[in-house]
């Protein structure tokens, strides 16, 4: 198999599994407040992460001077882009969320240029704006109504920005460290951040909660697909082919979850959300054309 279809086949997974996790919060909210699930999913990714590396002998020792690298990328992701989603999606609905995320593709461009100074291909550029259109035809209406808290809207682009910074820092860490040593270590770290707002918060309340089943097997598959095997996937892939090209399969996102609450929750696929996925996928295709050397 090529690197080319090996890159692919890791950002199309790694969607699926974010794709999924809009779902999976949701299911969560039945028994669990934001800050205790996305601290439950850090620890077992976490935990999982270590001893599978421990034992298969493939955990990269941490360097002193990269620490503050991993420090600013748990800052960026996940608590920042944790932060803005986890409480984001309790204002707003899994597919607003999902098409706001869907946004990030649009400005990765404009980071990839001001801090790497990277040069865009027209492909690229073509193929953002094509699949975002398509993103627009699945998630809006006729009218293009989107009714939602301002509040909520605000808070899910704060994942989007923390997207774009981790993205960023990303390409600071040095090639040394294998794509799961780097989850493994950003999780570790993403657990401190989180821990003294889960103490003052949420642990005081944790004795009166209903625990679900349904709940926390939603946390445990948030901690394994979307914070463990996304993140390994997506980190792969960002790194052979750039923050560009790596942020446009962002916009397949809102098409998962449409097929997604198809499936789990029996809702139509109209003909208009059909002819989107189409367009979607076609314009996610098109960014990866090249076209040569030139750019803008």
Not at 265 to 277: A, H, R, Y
């Amino acid at each position: 198999m090529s690197e080319r279809f090996k890159v692919l086949g890791s950002m199309v997974l790694s969607m699926i599994c974010w794709a999924f996790s809009f779902v999976w919060i949701k299911q969560a909210f039945l028994s669990f407040d934001p800050l205790t699930i996305v601290l439950g999913r850090l620890v077992i990714s976490a935990g999982l992460l270590y001893i599978i590396l421990k034992l298969l002998k493939q955990l990269k020792p941490m360097r002193k001077q990269d620490f503050k690298w991993f420090l600013l990328l748990a800052f960026f992701e996940p608590f920042l882009y944790f932060m803005g989603e986890s409480f984001g999606l309790e204002l707003v609905s899994s597919t607003v969320g999902a098409v706001i995320v869907s946004t990030i593709p649009l400005f990765a461009p404009i980071t990839d240029k001001l801090f790497f100074k990277s040069r865009i291909s027209w492909a690229n550029i073509l193929g953002i704006f094509v699949s975002f259109a398509g993103v627009l035809l699945i998630i809006f209406k006729e009218d293009f109504s989107l009714t939602a808290p301002l509040k909520g809207i605000l808070l899910v682009f704060l994942a989007v920005i923390a997207a774009l910074g981790y993205s960023v820092v990303l390409k600071k860490i040095p090639k040394g460290y294998n794509s799961v040593s780097i989850i493994t270590y950003q999780n570790m770290v993403g657990i401190f951040f989180f821990l003294p707002l889960f103490l003052t918060y949420d642990y005081p309340k944790l004795s009166d909660i209903d625990i679900k089943t349904e709940a926390v097997m939603a946390v445990i598959l948030l901690a394994v697909f979307a914070s463990s095997l996304a993140f390994i996937f997506f980190t792969y892939g960002m790194r052979i082919i750039g923050i560009t090209k790596a942020n446009v399969f962002v916009n397949m996102i809102p098409v998962f979850t449409a097929v997604i609450a198809w499936w789990v929750l029996d809702e139509v696929l109209t003909l208009q959300m059909l002819i989107g996925i189409s367009i979607v996928i076609s314009g996610v295709f098109v960014s990866q054309i090249k076209v040569g050397s030139r750019g803008v």
